[in-house]
């Protein structure tokens, strides 16, 4: 598979994440891609035996987008404490179903995954491993015919379904969104979730790298063109 490569240097690969590809090896057996782009380095660079690549972040498997690796080490350190004090910049790109209760809204709210079914729900504060999930969301297109949103998303957090679990409980379930749903989407339908932007700080560099990756041109993105 031809990987569309954003962003490389010696320290950091940020790559489009194609389509319902695993970001990393899963039950499935999938080809996916932490292993697809090891297989790239190790061609590109002739580099005999195992090729480091660490894994920073993740996207779910029929999520597309921007999506950041570690070449080395350090920079997999630096960028895993950037994560985790809410540094890395990421900015998707949705569809949702219904009109949004406002233009511009913060969303917050408390996550339970259930790692058996490999499903999140929403619950009350306090309860045990739930997990607060933030995210900011700006309405930046409506299509009436089709009772279509365009929302562009920011996430201060980043846990297991965020996006999807978040804005189905605010009543706007994601276009194609199988698992959350409710009933409202067709059977193969591709979700409509997109990383659209990715700022991270160098690792050993003092600069920004930013790198926009736009949604493909096809439905339901092409509605908003």
Known sequence: MNINVLYEDNHLLIVEK????PVQEDSSGDHDLLNMLKEYIKRNENKPGNVYLGLVHRLDRPVGG??????TSKAASRLSDQLRRNKIIRKYKAVVRG???????TLTDHLLKDRKKNQVSVVKAGVKDAKKAILHY????????SD????EIELETGRSHQ???QLANAGNVLFGDQK?????NKAGQQIAL???ILEVKHPTKDEMISVECPPPDAHPWNIFL
């Open 148 to 151: 279509l949103s365009l929302l």
């Open 18 to 21: 194609p389509v319902n590809i």
């Open 99 to 105: 009109r949004m209760q406002a233009p511009e809204k």
């Open 163 to 165: 996006i999807r679990v």
């Open 138 to 145: 700006k309405l930046v297109g409506r299509d009436e015919s």
């Open 194 to 196: 997109w990383a659209h």
């Open 66 to 71: 921007a999506i950041v690796f570690a070449k």
């Open 180 to 184: 959350y749903g409710r009933g409202r």
